[in-house]
């Protein structure tokens, strides 16, 4: 008859709450998880845009601080010459060409020998000299008479005729004497101190020309540098006198100092009167801003210019700016090459450059100047330049959409394994739960089992007992010997009760954990006899043999002697009970390296392989068909093991089907313990 387990109703309510307590919140959390990582990725742009456009309004603020203090750098004080306000201009403002203008509107700087009138050209005075000089070509009468004119002239003609007179005596092949007269009277003429343009025009130019009498002449070497020298300090020095010369004739000089100094190396070797700045770059510079200056005759064409802020121009071929300053005292109109302003907005847009962004700078006419070229992306966050540069614009890209997976993907991993830590939490606690509840599930069939053999068992027993004594109790007896007979068979079944009680209580114990052993050293010799004893008059009758070597000496054992004994009569009673008609039982000790050994063998029914493993288990019986003749309730054995194991000992089983079973419990002795 297939009986339902009792257990299994119970076992599919616990296996469908815990897919639910378990699948459930797993599936809640994956659908969580997956929620969250979505909107990580929206969070991380949202992020990096304010943090972007935060960055932004950082750098502009900065262009702008930067720049203000650049137009600061423009500042006229009267106090300061035109020239030094250029030089400052060109070495720290980074201009490309200035204009200077006072408060009335006059430029100050470039001024150009056509507006400053005749400076350097000799004066009519000279022209009948010259005649001699240039057409007649008689060199010696043009010195004398260059050195007469000289004695009767002011410092300007004295200047210029003694620049005459060493033309002519260079000429006439008399050139030792042009050079010494040169250095003397002109070149190195204390004038060059006055600061009379005038005179430092004509002073320029005896150097120039004694640079080229002396050059490639070894004898002159020292005077060629000191020469060169002198010339090169006259030009862009805030001190020194070059600054009185028109920007034109200062342009032309530097311009002969520059092939010169190339030529020779003396630029290089002199380039600390240039105090960092290039001769080239100033050169460059004076030539725009009087190409400037030029097309720019008066200040009124800046009148509807906005002060500091950058005006396109067309002005030659590159495309340059122009900035007007009003303040202090006058106004100064400054150039910046689209070049220079595109590198100077390329260091602050450096700052943008990361792993996340692109950025790209356009003009007023919206024409990329710096950064990425043209794009199809959306710009992530865009603002003026600054109120400099009207019109300007920076704008900031995302570099693709993997820069939010980059950004977003730390912060998804931790959520990623906080979610799988939670599941594996989740799927731990579950089967934490499951077992529990199984354990729960077994324990309570275990109860029920419990009690329904404790039922069982005590019912037989009392049952053939009350029908024994009612049988007496009402005289149903032949003769004595009945009554004895029905006597002991009270008795024996009387003992049997008292058995299973005392296996109940053990397990009883057991179960509770409560059992103590009272372990004390005991000679296995006195167990085995106790334990033969007890079973003496169940196993001495009937077709029952029951035969015991016990040796007279064995050493002791740590143990309690009372529950070893229960071990062996539980083995006897077992090999009783699953033994045939004919029985055959054996109860053996030895000693051995290993310990005592107590063996109950039997020639019974002996016990199926697949079997083997579980008879020590609780309530396990291989036979538990209704049928089955032999009494008990699986418990026998789990308590002999139950024991043995209190003991440090071992338990184990041998036995073929239809030929018996041995038993054998070891004991280690007191020396191998
Ligand atoms: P029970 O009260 O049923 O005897 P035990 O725990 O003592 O419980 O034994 C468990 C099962 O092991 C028995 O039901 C029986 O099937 C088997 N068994 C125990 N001892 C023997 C033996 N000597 N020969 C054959 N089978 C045995």
Redesign the pocket.
Known sequence: MHRLHPGFGQFRWVVLLLAVAVILPTVGLLWFMNKVVKSERLVVRQRLTTFYRGRLSEVTGKVGDQWAQACRQLERKPSIHPYRLFVAAVGQGGYDGLLVYDDTGQRLYPVLSTDAGTLARPSEDFRDIWEIEFINQQYERAAEMYEERARISDDHGRLAAYIGKCRSLAKAGRTDQAIAECKLRAAFSPLAETGDSRCLALIANARLLLLSWIQDNAAYTSLYEETFRKLLAMLYNPNGAGFALPADENLFIARKVLEIGDRTGLLTRNSDLLRGTSLKRLIQVEEQSIRFAEQSPTIEKFDDWQGDRLQPLILGEEPLYGLSHRAGRGTCMALVSRARLTRLLAEYAASFQDANVDYRILDEAGKVVAGVGETAREPCAAGAVGPHFPGWTIQLFFKGGDVFERAASEQIAIYTWTGMLFIVLILVSGAVAAKGIGHQIRLNKLKNDFIATVTHELKTPLASMRVLVDTLLEGNYRDQSQVTEYLQLVSRENERLSRLIDNFLTFSRMERNKQAFQMRPVSPVSIAHAAAEAVKTKLGRGHCCFATQIPDQLPEIRADHDALVTVLV?LLD??Y??SCDEKRITLSVTGGAGGVRFAVA?N????PRRALKK?FERF????RSLSRR?E???????IAKFIVDAHQGTITVESKPGQG?TFTVTIPTTASA
């Open positions: 539980n077992n090999a009970k699953y039997d019974g029914l002996g016990i008879i396990y019986q291989v036979d032999a008990g309730c699986g418990l026998g054995l789990s079973s």
